[in-house]
């Protein structure tokens, strides 16, 4: 039965096993397969059982078994195991059952017997995963386990895709459930006879298929900025910008994307081109100026910007936002620097909306829920997540894993779990295994590409007049 | 012939005294930035910067600079032992969640109830809020560090805010090139007052009444 | 005596513990349980504990988990996410069954963002409706993006009991592989963080780039006895 899920299951997919015949599947899974096995204790790309003498003891899966962790692996806390569920970064769970039924519910924490039960992390999984795989026997001492209606408290309702037994497996589908393959030597008559709901039965029925599938290897790595950004569809959500320095910002990635020229972008960032006119930006020589969103602006590509720090902190010296701003062209939207960091958080961890107590009487608070909490009031605000994110990290390997430098975390880290798709810009990109596993920031799932830094690369630009971008 | 104010150096001075050792202390931009200057040797003051630091040291030497080692307001830190680098999310989470013990802000007006508007010029209409409304709310005590009065000598201390605020009700302590204020819960309180400044005169630039400290004396530094 | 944040054993870090106070126990499995915080609690014997902890099972003859404190009649009201597979029996059970020890179970992505709330001083949080009856009952619903939602109020604690690898006289900590588990978000959301390390290095003896809990959410230090 592990050997038939493990068919399933596809390269690069990100894949949570729970509890019982579950966690089986790993061992059947070839190393080389590029499947990423998750767990919710906090490991992202675990091995098979570790093998008898060779535990470590720090080492666990979420049954408390003893695993490894090859190359390429990461370890997150618990809330960030769980947080990644939640965002639709889980491809798969294969979880086991009591019952399971022909709507595709599935009830496997509790029998109502005993009045109490484990939710563990079943229900997190079989909410957020994209698609859901039942394992499980195909009857329990001969009574079905597949069935019409689940009779025991539900994990999840109308959730599961696929159900593998010990005789058959079968598709959930809006008409009930569609028998697919049958186990070697068995009938279609003889499985319905232990089953509890009707089947249907597929044209293509067979035996059961336990070929592991063969695909192409997963490439993140891009040869350039430009062919990573080339896709930005006008009207796109960008993340990106770390804070405001030239520390944590992708520039090579924002000068490709001025060049590709995507417009009406909504740009979400802490600051929107103020290291040019501030501190944050001050050039080794008068004849450079820092690159920064700047560049986007003034080839008119921002339609919106959502922003803690959008304009200089210089009246004399406006940025060319503000100049944009006070002309009418770009919109803003204002936002608390910690209301926007969680913001983010929340769109990266599957949090719609959240109460904080950031900014109750001002001008932020115009127009949202205002709610009290043991006495003290709090704004609601919603999450966001974006079409694609910039990302600056120190090095990243090939599988996506980054690890950052100093204070250019920031925003970085947030915005790298919040985006569809996260591009990162990295100074070094190294083989999966040179990164410690321990010391990775962002895990690769968040990653869908890497651009490496030309050798040669400065921030910063000779000044040169304002080219005509042809709105005129 | 006007009367000599404190420099902001010495406003930076007279708050140093305001953080306790071993406290958690968040700098903002401005005359707060200017406070770690003035830190007892030996101190234990643990700084946190929203750029995602705790506990860095000094500033980098004039000419060195590693893009990746800034505080908030974009000036560059040392590499020094004992610091712990962290994203954003967990920046503010360290805010909101009570770990910050005082944060020093800068500010245009304070109100008689400790109201705070820091983030914008009405007449400028925009501004940056940065992460002084998340310290505002979140920090255990909120020291203003500012001068008395604006340019055209008008109180910055005031009954109400005409800002667009920060914070509501949120400021302990008020440090000016005049005094130390206190916001108690029935208005201002006036606890020192700059060399030379007699009460009286640090009123009539101050918009609301303040009451006088019983023990009300000469600024200590 | 204490020096600074380093305590001199296991019993002096928890010596305060009060009657009827609210206790994290972090951990998944073994791997980052605290096990003499956990022993040192038991000879404390501090009564009508409130305790937090992923797991609730029978420990092995040579481990301490949160198990020990409640058959030692120390807890009178469990928070957990696993308290036995459905089959299962756990001594915990009974207790429940008598009406001596309240259980309150929630799934783990829950009891994770309910901390994380806590920590990050939220007044709760939304997330996708994982719960199924009877586990919503009393919480609010609210239809967010089509889909329902539960509002996850925060989860704080008076203490938090963790374990961690290394520590250094700051506070900050390393974890080691799955050791990580809860003990970030407990040593966030509690009022006073109690970490037993198997290492204790100087101020600075931590990467600043490796430190995963920074000292400000570590207040008391103890160096893990060797079993």
Partial sequence: MALRVAAELRRGQVVNLGIGLPTLVANYTPPDAGVIFHSENGILGY????????????????????????????????????????????????????????????????TPEKGIGSPGGALDMAAGAKRLIVITEHTNGGAPKVLKECSYPLTAAGRVDLIVTDLAVMEVTGDGLLLKEVAPGWSVESVRGLTGAPLRVSDGLKEMDFTLPQHPPV??????????????????????????????????????????????????SNTVGIARVSGFGTPPSPDLQAVDHSILVERGQIRKAIATFPVSPSPSRPSAFERAYRRGEVELEVVSQGTLAERLRAGGSGVAAFYTPTGVGTVVAEGKEVREFNGRQHLLEEAIRGDFAFVRAHKADTLGNLVYRGTSRNFNLVMAAAAAVTIAEVDEI??????????????????????????VFSPFQPIKPIEDNGRG | MAKERMSRDVIAMRVAKELPDGAVVNLGIGIPTLVSNYLPAGSSVVYHSESGVLNYGPLA???????????????FLQWVPGMSFFGSDEAFAMIRGGHVDVTVLGALQVSER???????????????????MDLAVGAKRV?????????????????????????????????????????????????????????????????PPLALAPDLKEMEL | MAQGKIYPSAASAVADVPDGAVVMLGGFG??????????????????????????????????????????????????TTFIGRPAQEVPALDLWRAGVLQVEVMPQGILAERMRAAAAGLGGVFVPNVYGHPLDAGLEKRTLNGVEHVLAPPLRADFALIGAHRGDHLGNLTYRLTQRNYNPAMAAAAAVTVAEVREVVAAGGIDPERVVTPGVYVDRLVLEEPS
């Fill in chain 1, 47 to 110: 091995g098979p059982h570790a093998a008898e003498g060779e535990e470590d003891l720090d080492l666990i899966n979420a049954r408390g078994e003893h695993v490894t962790l090859p190359p390429g692996g990461a370890v997150v806390s618990h809330t960030d195991a769980f947080a990644m569920v939640r965002s639709g970064r889980l491809d798969v769970a294969v979880l086991g059952a009591l019952q399971v039924s022909e709507k595709g519910d599935l009830a496997n924490w509790m």
């Fill in chain 1, 219 to 268: 490439n993140k790595v891009y040869p350039s900025a430009a062919e990573a950004v080339a896709d930005v569809p006008d009207g796109a959500v960008m993340l990106m910008d770390g804070f405001g320095g030239l520390g944590g910002m992708p520039h090579y990635l924002m000068l490709a994307l001025r060049d590709q020229g995507a417009k009406g972008l909504t740009v979400v």
């Fill in chain 1, 430 to 455: 190294v083989e999966p295994g040179v990164l410690d596993p321990e010391a990775i920031v962002t895990p690769g799932i968040h990653v869908r590409r890497v651009v490496q830094r030309p050798a």
């Fill in chain 2, 61 to 75: 030497e004039e000419g060195e600079r590693d893009y990746d080692l800034i505080n908030a307001g974009g000036q």
């Fill in chain 2, 114 to 132: 400790g109201d705070l508007a820091n983030w914008m010029l009405p007449h400028r209409g925009v501004g940056n809020i940065g992460g002084a």
């Fill in chain 2, 143 to 207: 020291v203003v560090a500012m001068e008395h009065t604006d340019r055209n000598d008008r109180p910055k201390l005031v009954r109400d805010c005409a800002f667009p605020l920060t914070g509501r009700r949120c400021v302990s302590l008020v440090v000016t090139d005049l005094a130390v204020i206190e916001v108690a819960p029935g208005g201002l309180v006036l606890r020192e007052t700059a060399p030379d400044w007699t009460a009286q005169e640090v009123q009539a630039l101050t918009g």
């Fill in chain 3, 30 to 79: 073994t791997p980052g349980l605290p096990q003499g915080l956990i022993k040192g609690l038991l000879s404390q014997g501090a009564r009508g504990l409130t305790c937090i902890s992923n797991t609730c099972f029978e420990p092995r003859a040579d481990e301490y988990n949160v198990a020990r404190l409640v058959e030692n009649g120390q807890v009178s009201k469990l928070i």
